[in-house]
């Protein structure tokens, strides 16, 4: 062909980073703590409940906004947890992972040229989310060392092209928990400037301080508040692929529609499965977080002692860390030459910002790992200053 075959919005598209730190580790023997899937077993329950749909013949299409015993669990769940009034029958939409449910929702919000606010670092999805839909992103910076925004650069951020903003809290990668001051501000600057808030919460369990606060249960935000969660990292199902949307009505219309002409629907047994998980409750949730805080103390220990400058999450399953002190080159050259010298994978921090150089100095590891391997990833990077330094 003569001209190019790809549209442009995909010019800008590259391979996520993450997965060619994976295939990279896998080829070096090394430690994978770069992509953030856990290496444990889900929980029987799940397991047990998804064998059982499937046996039970629940194999054809669910309704494409996601089947009522999933729906009606999330609206429970929602109650008893948030005191969100959700109606399941016009409210929620279960989707293929929270990965399509910002896409979804994005494509069913925003017409080209429409800003969207970016808190930067960002979970890498966000930039090649808004590029799909013809949205321009405007980053807001989250500084270190605690990755909280200037109120006045946010304010500036919001303009009349303002449609929307992501806000993603516990955040990847800084580990943030944003307080109710900060959401507060956010709220506010939504509300006066018209703007939706797409927010994701897919680590809304995984905390070890402060507290989760939906921004939809903020004044006024019930309207104006996308709310995304899902089931992958709450219950150790990453490759399940089933996640969902909390809106208004008006706007779970339209995502309803994208989402169906997208994918149709997300996998029918596993929807069983995972309203079977909700059952699980509080006490699920406070033994997760719990054991997620024992693996981030090994990590962060190694770390520390390693000379990573490792900064301590308050929620998800990651930790950053400031590489300036080894002196061995940026993130990138960092990152491949600690997994094929060292042995163990981690992502280079300019994954996570809009110009790679602001990520130079900065490294993600996941902890969401065995004890016994994060053990041996910190046996590894005790070496590394010494190998790399
Ligand atoms: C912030 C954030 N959002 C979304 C996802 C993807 O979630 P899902 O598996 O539900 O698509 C991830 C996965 O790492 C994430 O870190």
């Known amino acids: 062909m003569n001209r190019s075959p790809l549209a442009r919005r995909t010019e800008g598209f590259t391979e996520s980073v993450i997965r060619e730190m994976t295939r990279l580790c896998a080829t070096h023997g090394g430690i994978n703590l770069a992509q953030g899937f856990p290496n444990f077993p ?16 629940i194999n054809q299409y669910a ?26 029958e016009t409210m929620l939409t279960v989707t293929c992972g929270s990965t399509e449910a910002m896409v979804s929702t994005l494509l069913a919000i925003i017409d080209p040229g429409d800003e969207v606010v970016v808190l930067e670092p960002f979970y890498e999805n966000y930039g090649p989310d808004a590029a799909i839909c013809g949205a321009k992103p405007v980053f807001v910076p989250l500084r270190a060392p605690d990755y909280t925004f200037d109120p006045d650069e946010l304010r500036a951020a919001f303009t009349t092209k303002t449609k929307a903003i992501i806000v993603n809290t516990p955040n990847n990668p800084s580990g943030r928990v ?23 919460e897919i680590y809304e369990h995984i905390r070890y301080a402060g507290e989760h606060i939906p921004l939809a249960t903020l004044e006024g935000m019930a309207d104006r508040t996308v709310t995304i969660s899902g089931a992958s990292k709450t219950f150790s199902v990453t490759g399940w692929r089933v996640g969902w949307i909390v809106a208004a009505p008006q706007l779970t219309n339209g995502i309803r529609k994208v989402h169906d002409f997208v994918t149709v629907g997300a996998p029918a047994p596993l929807q069983e499965a995972v309203a079977a998980g909700l059952t699980l409750g509080r006490a699920y949730y406070r033994e997760l977080s719990a054991h997620y805080q024992v693996r981030r ?13 490792p900064r301590l999450p308050e929620g998800a399953y990651y930790i950053f860390c400031d590489i300036s002190g080894f002196g061995a080159g940026n993130d990138v050259t960092f990152a491949r030459r600690l997994i094929a010298e060292v042995g163990v994978a981690a992502v280079p921090g ?13 490294i993600r590891f996941t902890f969401c790992k065995t004890d016994e391997l994060l053990r041996e990833a910190g046996e590894r990077l005790a070496r590394a200053r010494e190998i790399l330094g």
């Open 350 to 362: 300019s994954s996570f910002f809009s110009r790679p150089e602001r990520g130079k100095d900065l």
């Open 178 to 200: 944003f307080t109710r001051a900060e959401l507060e501000l956010i709220a506010a600057l939504c509300r006066e400037h018209d703007v939706i808030a797409v927010t994701d």
């Open 297 to 309: 103390d090994t990590l962060f220990r190694s770390l520390d002692q390693a000379g990573f400058k």
């Open 63 to 88: 309704i494409t906004w996601g089947s009522q015993s999933l729906r009606n669990g999330l609206a429970t769940t929602y109650a008893d947890l948030y005191g969100m009034r959700v109606d399941p």
């Open 42 to 57: 889900a929980p029987a329950l799940l397991k047990d409940a998804a064998k059982r749909a499937i046996d039970a013949d």
